[in-house]
């Protein structure tokens, strides 16, 4: 057929548009002669007997699958809907679209405008049913050739992820080696960094409080200044992003892990919008490779770390929270006995008052009456002389060993002074360097390269004030003598530099869950015990208690103890009161210094009236124990 057959004049008057894109801006910076090509299509256009020519290339750099919009592929659209476009030049099908609706649209378009569609094979007609399904099949292969291809990337990325050599980004203090794939980065100063962080978080137990610690002692973390090449670094002052995400990933675990997070697909607008980074539970990651590489803390710890945040995460319902501090000792420890709710605390009195424990939820969400209402300093120290009684077999044991976290805490802080230092020395003799090599008639560069040098030599002279601050306290030569701690933990528990977040946690090692009930009679005199789920001890009474106005007393009985399972929460206390410290140490996870059954503190179990009934798992309790539903909590 001659070009008049397949072209007639009165199409020839229109204009014609060739259509330009690359699918990335890789392809537009390298892959040159694609373009040169698509633009060559002008040439086309003429020869085919078209004299108004428009190229459309505002679309150099974006995909094609629908995901992203496309303003060059809008813009054609627009123009085939006045009129006056006579024929569309691409270099194939793929360059128009990869996705079916958009291609399948422009092909409607151009039947109902008499428009032609011209590529290096021909001229085709989208009017005629023939042409219409062979251009058809060009986009369904152009769509199904981007399937396979992210497929076979896809799979062969896993596979190459499957035995840890897929070289993906690693967080700060790993680096990829030539030779021998991943290990430590060999900044000293940053690796001794990264340690302390875990070391703060082993010590305090909370992600916020290492972030304060740490600032106050002036720790930096390094920060890319060139953007996403990770090649040169500023250190500034560490934020709480540096802290979480490094307590967060398990690469510092020595685990190799691929596929942490996912795309989420929506509809707006009509469109299809992709989004990336959104990350998946633990138990979705793809490939989990242990021991895949050296790392800066163990799995286990790893772990427990999770647990630890997790417990200290606002707004989760279920659980033992963690200790935040307060004028009570047992918020989120006790449970209401009757409708397995969580007791809340008030201040009640003048002044400051004093805290009391009360199940109001049911009051509040369905005007029920409340369940219970009791003073909680008397239950507070209940639970205190029992814990107390439970852990002093091994107060000698936990004051050595907080002594020893003690005095390597502290020489851990005085190696990252002195690394600061180090580092602050280098870049004041680089500096002085550059001034000396700039010419001093250059004023502009000069004056500058005077104040960065002044800058360096200032933070010289407070990284060596730190260093001489931290020199100036005696060090230990002996340990001291720790055999009078077992008679006097009272002391060390009440002790000014144990404060009551630090008494909070250091209980919650101990004690899992707490159940209180009050007796009908004596609704001023509360009691409580451990949830029947075979953790920690039971002791009951025999006999009738007296009335009290507001009191709570240790209840103690003859009735046989459970076994307590070791607790698997990790130490939690504050390296710089050695109090406090001690305290902690004697609750080690997985230490053979953990509460024996004998040692085990009680709980205070209500009584009632009305007959015990004789539970298997847990000895003798009350029958206005916590219902069945609270064992999710235990």
């Not at 392809?27 to 085919?48: C, F």
């Not at 605390?345 to 008052?353: H, K, P």
């Not at 802080?413 to 602050?424: C, S, V």
């Not at 020395?425 to 001093?440: F, G, H, I, Q, T």
Request: glycine residues 8%; positive net charge; contains cysteine.
């Amino acid at each position: 057929m001659t070009s008049s057959n397949l072209i007639p004049a009165t199409i020839l008057k229109r204009k014609a548009v060739v259509y330009v894109r690359q699918s990335t801006q890789a392809q537009v910076q390298l892959n040159l002669e694609s373009q040169r090509r698509q633009y060559e299509l002008v040439d086309v256009a003429r020869r085919w007997g078209f004299r108004k020519v428009e190229v459309i290339d505002e679309d150099l750099g974006r995909t094609a699958s629908g995901a992203v919009e496309r303003p060059g592929f809008e813009r054609l659209v627009d123009d085939l809907c006045t009129g006056q476009v006579g024929a569309v030049l691409c270099l194939e099908a793929s360059r128009l679209s990869r996705n079916g609706p958009d291609w399948h649209r422009l092909l409607e378009l151009c039947g109902e405008v008499d428009a032609r569609v011209i590529d290096l094979d021909g001229v085709y007609d989208p009017g005629l049913p023939n042409d219409r399904l062979l251009l058809g099949m060009k986009g369904s292969i152009s769509e199904f050739e981007l399937g396979v291809l992210r497929a076979r990337m896809y799979e062969a990325a896993r596979a190459k992820a499957e035995r840890g050599e897929l070289r993906i980004s690693v967080p700060f203090g790993y680096v990829w080696h030539r030779d021998y794939g991943l290990g430590f980065d060999p900044d000293i100063r940053l690796q001794e960094t990264i340690r302390l962080i875990f070391a703060r978080f082993r010590e305090i137990g909370s992600a916020r409080q290492v972030l304060i610690s740490m600032t106050d002692d002036g720790v930096h973390f390094p920060r890319p200044s060139d953007g996403k090449k990770m090649v040169s670094f500023d250190w500034v002052p560490i934020r709480y992003r540096n802290v979480i995400s490094i307590l967060k990933n398990p690469f510092y675990a020595g685990a190799y892990v691929y596929g942490k997070s996912e795309k989420r697909t929506e509809i707006v607008d009509g469109r299809v919008r992709k989004s990336y980074g959104h990350y998946k539970p633990a138990s979705q990651w793809a490939v989990v490779l242990k021991d895949h590489h050296e790392g800066y803390i163990g799995w286990s710890e790893y772990e427990r770390n999770q647990e630890l945040l997790a417990a200290n995460a606002y707004g989760k319902a279920g659980g033992v929270k963690s200790g935040r501090g307060g004028r009570a000792l047992l918020p989120g420890l006790l449970s209401c006995g009757r409708c397995g709710r969580r007791l809340v605390v008030i201040y009640a009195g003048r002044g400051q008052g004093y805290p009391v424990y009360r199940c109001d939820r049911g009051n509040q969400m369905m005007a029920k009456a409340r369940c219970m209402s009791f003073n909680g300093f008397r239950t507070d120290a209940a639970v205190i002389r029992e814990a107390l009684e439970a852990v002093a077999p091994m107060a000698i044991e936990a004051a050595l060993e907080a002594e020893r976290m003690q005095l390597e805490s502290e020489a851990r802080r005085r190696q990252m002074i002195e690394l600061d230092l180090q580092q602050a020395r280098y870049e004041a003799s680089l500096a002085e360097r550059r001034y000396a090599a700039c010419d001093p008639e250059n004023r502009l560069i000069a004056a500058q390269l005077e104040k960065s040098w002044e800058a360096t030599l200032r933070r010289v002279e407070s990284c060596e004030a730190r260093l001489s601050e931290v020199q100036r306290v005696e060090p230990v030569d002996a340990v001291p003598d720790f055999t009078g701690l077992a008679q006097d933990l009272e002391a060390a528990w009440n002790a000014p530099g144990v404060d009551m977040r630090c008494r909070q946690q250091l209980l919650r090692a101990l004690i899992k869950d707490v159940v209180a009930d009050v007796a009908p009679r004596l609704r001023t005199s509360p009691r409580c015990h451990l949830p029947a789920t075979g953790c920690g001890s039971s002791r009951t009474p025999n006999g009738p208690r007296p009335r009290h106005r507001r009191r709570c007393r240790r209840t103690s009985g003859t009735e046989g103890r459970i076994p307590a399972a070791p607790s698997k929460a990790a130490p939690i206390g504050s390296s710089r009161t050695p109090a406090a410290a001690s305290l902690a140490a004697a609750f080690p996870a997985g230490s053979k210094a953990a509460p024996s059954a004998n040692t085990a503190p009680p709980s205070l179990a209500p009584t009632s009236p009305a007959p015990r009934s004789q539970s298997p798992e847990c000895g003798a309790t009350d029958d206005r124990a916590a219902p069945a539903h609270r064992d999710q909590h235990n």
